[in-house]
């Protein structure tokens, strides 16, 4: 039986391109599922997700926001009472120490304000390219790929790149979509992440973009039991946030889940 034919990069960038837009459909509110209010809190709250849901860290900002309500303060952290208010994201006094450092870094290089540049930003404790792409992103409108190990797994499993490496998957999957599209692209493959697209157990069979995945089959490909592993319940409202949007992220007609499931760390 002859092999299959290598896919060209132009059939790579259509398909690609086409997974996109499909994605758009069936995440049409995605975004980041971190509450927050400014550049700040988004920067801190990117650093305290680190190997745990985005869920435990919604818990614990409210009170850490109300005590720390900018860098100033947040330098000024006595370690004891920081890491009593953080210690359900795990990792607490590692993670007390970098939001302590980069408030600190902020207040003494920046003003006290959350820089606009990617060369700054990772300069600060704490702070790699993912999580200055997410708080560019997100707080600046500035386009960039957040690579997680949801983005980097799903990168992989649609062929778009064999690179393990996180900045290299940036700089290859980039390279086959507008940079315009990056941010929300970013959101899109998250969310299929989390939900769908699993590590350990795919739900090939209720997977929106199947006919468009060279790794179909490697997950639950009969479709009664892949709809039992989504995780939300492909639900209207994100299973992570405190503070959902208004819309509802899903126009599939099924029934909020509010049950969040504990995910991959996103250091």
Known sequence: MPSKKPESQVAKVRRARRINRELGELYPGAHCELDYENAFQLLVAVVLSAQTTDRSVNNVTPALFARYPDAEALAQAQAAELEEIIRPTGFFRAKARSIT????????????????????????????RKTANVVLGEAYGVPGISVDTHFGRLSRRFGWTAEEDPVKVEHEVGALFPKKDWTLLSHRVIFHGRRVCHARKPACGACGIAALCPSYGEGETDPEKAR????????????????????????????????????????
Do not use: H, I, M, S
């Open 228 to 267: 039992k592993l989504l995780k939300y319940e492909l639900a209207g409202q994100p299973g992570q946030r405190l503070k959902p949007p208004a819309k509802p992220v899903l126009a599939t007609g099924a029934a909020p889940d509010d049950g969040a499931a504990p995910r991959e760390g996103t250091a």
């Open 101 to 128: 450092g980069l408030a600190q870094a902020l207040c003494d290089k920046f003003g006290g304000q959350v820089p606009r540049k990617q060369a700054d930003l990772v300069t600060l404790p704490g702070v790699g």
